[in-house]
């Protein structure tokens, strides 16, 4: 631990600090451009989230800065993932009536101009999904009509009323101000910085650099009297990350206040006298997030065979990367890879008959019955057109409990015969790759917390196949049989019998056909240092218990609230 104390301090630069200006986490120019840093006791130092230079604040594309959606743009519903809860908030309430919906908005909603929020705001949000590039337009398959009714009430009319795919659109999307959004043509609206965000939340944006996003308190939020919420920091600064280890460096001189990176070491940072928390104070330290899963590149050979997939899978020793990367603080996922929170419809006997575990042996064996093999004697097989197979395992550099992870994949794939390489390209490079399909395998953990088991299945199989993969199905497999499931799933309640039914469905062809291989339960990494904001989210009694987090996505999950329960010291 010292060592890598010694290695964070060293690339950082920072100093400690004494309450006052923050000299390695706060040296942007303050308020009105003088050179102070920004008062310590009402800044929040935040990172784990941005992986590059701030460059986009839209919050249609996925990409955005950190708090884009969240602390400018807001959703209709927030979704409490621990008592898995819709929450009105931009909206007032929503009512199904038989194939319509009929959502009425909040009186007192103000822009960040001073204009009013409308339901014409609301309808020219999601008539956005008729846009093909937005990654929402599949929307639009099952929703037929958007009606404003007056200027606080919108009616929506759907072909296919898909109750559970509705509810995760309505906290998973922000509202955009149509008397901004209108005079940009489709492709300004996929492609814009945006980078004068005017958004409803309680936080505007002040500037940013290279290495960090500011976000300044608005004067006036509508939530403060509607909710009597009041968040706290009048200024966030959000550090752009550079790797894991200055996070850490970062953490423990008190010049971050919140990490949502992986830190190594957690366990001995939580039991020392570091002034460092996390939400559990035991293992697993962490609440759990999301699924983390191997995408293999399903158009490209020999990734588009599945007996080459399973062997892959059978390949991948995950307690390895359980136990020696992450030190038990993640938990091997079910082969289907569903939280689990959805363990009640994770059918036993499909998983027995068509799961997979670690066993070279089983890998080699596959391959050689599938055709592959190894006639150049190099330790690796060839394609079945006797081309050597040399793959790509792409993750983001300075993720460094997924590089290791990677090297563990690697190490596991050539013992059983097949040549996989680990490389670690910046974030950017990767969401590049990832987006357009140019990649051999990859990680990702985009299937996460949700308000249904829907979310994950549609994360896996969502057709059809864009140019552009910004959101879902980044293995690119085309299975029309396994959407038409998911969209039915969509449209069913949880409590109907035909729910597991179609979850059972959905299960089997995920097992036997693999698309994605899950692996284990990333945490919602968030370690706090309580020198200068204190009353955080655990599980301790009389605390709040909103997700710690500043990750994309999430504020939407209740993380804004966290903003309104910390106190300053001092």
């Known amino acids: 631990m010292a060592g890598v104390l010694a290695l964070a301090m060293g690339v950082t630069g920072c100093t400690g600090d004494d309450g006052g200006a923050t000299p390695g986490a706060g040296g942007l120019p303050g308020p009105g451009g003088g050179g102070g840093a920004y008062p310590r006791n009402q800044t929040l130092y935040t990172s784990g989230t941005q992986w590059g230079p701030p460059n986009s604040w839209n919050p249609i594309i996925p990409g955005y800065a950190m708090g884009t959606v969240g602390l400018a743009y807001e959703p209709l519903f927030l979704f409490d993932p621990q008592k898995t809860e819709l929450t009105p908030w931009l909206a007032e309430k929503g009512e199904w009536a038989d194939k319509t919906y009929t959502l009425t908005l909040r009186e007192g909603v103000n822009w960040g101009d001073g204009k009013p929020l409308t339901a014409d705001d609301v309808k020219y949000t999601v008539e956005l999904g008729k846009i093909k590039a937005v990654p929402y337009s599949n929307l639009w398959t099952w929703l037929s009509a958007v009606d404003v009714v007056d200027p606080r009430t919108v009616k929506f009319t759907f072909s296919d009323p898909r109750i559970q795919e509705w509810e995760n659109w309505l906290y998973e999307n922000a509202i955009v101000p149509k008397h901004i959004w209108e005079s940009r043509s489709e492709a300004d609206i996929t492609t814009t910085a945006n980078d004068k965000p005017v958004g409803t939340g309680p936080y505007e944006y002040l500037t940013h650099d290279q290495d960090r996003m500011v976000w300044k308190k608005k004067a006036d939020w509508w939530a403060t009297k509607a909710l009597n919420l009041d968040v706290k920091p009048t200024y966030i600064v959000d550090i752009v990350n550079s790797s894991n280890e200055v996070a850490l460096g970062l953490l423990l001189q008190g010049n971050m206040d919140l990490s949502n990176n992986f830190l190594p070491g957690i366990a001995n940072l939580v039991k020392g006298d570091f002034k460092i928390k996390t939400y559990f104070p035991d293992p697993p330290y962490m609440l759990s997030a999301n699924t983390a899963v191997l995408v293999p590149n399903t158009t490209k050979a020999p990734m588009n065979d599945v007996a080459f997939r399973r062997a892959l899978a059978s390949s991948i020793d995950t307690k390895k990367i359980v136990e020696g990367v992450y030190g038990n603080i993640v938990r091997a996922a079910n082969p289907i ?58 993750v983001p550099a300075g993720w460094t409990d997924w590089m290791e992870a990677a090297r563990v994949i690697s190490a596991g794939a050539q013992a059983a015969g097949i040549n996989v390489v680990a490389e670690f390209p910046d974030a950017g490079a990767l969401d ?68 597991k039914t179609t979850m059972a469905q959905l299960e089997k062809i995920q097992l036997t056909e693999l698309p994605l291989i899950p692996l284990w339960y990333n945490g919602l990494w968030s370690q706090y240092n309580t020198t200068h904001w204190t009353n955080w989210p655990s599980s301790a009694a009389d605390t709040p218990k909103d997700l710690p987090t500043t990750w994309n996505n999430l504020w939407e999950m209740g993380s804004i609230k966290m903003l309104t329960q910390l106190k300053p010291v001092g």
């Open 337 to 394: 890879g569903l939280l689990p929170v959805w363990d009640q419809f994770v059918d036993q006997s499909v998983v027995s008959q068509n799961g997979f575990g670690f066993d070279t042996a089983k890998a080699k064996k596959t391959l050689a019955d599938a055709g592959y093999k190894d006639t150049d004697r190099d330790g690796f097989v060839e394609g079945k057109d006797g081309k050597a197979v040399k793959l790509s395992l792409i």
């Open 432 to 499: 590049d790759a990832r987006t357009a399909g140019k990649f051999d395998l990859l990680l990702n953990n985009w299937a996460g917390l949700s308000n249904t088991p829907w979310h994950y299945f549609n994360y896996v199989f969502q057709l059809p196949i864009q140019a552009q993969q910004f959101n879902a199905n980044f293995a690119r497999y085309e299975n029309k049989a396994a959407w038409d499931l998911v969209q039915k799933l969509a449209r069913t309640p949880q409590d109907a019998p035909e729910f």
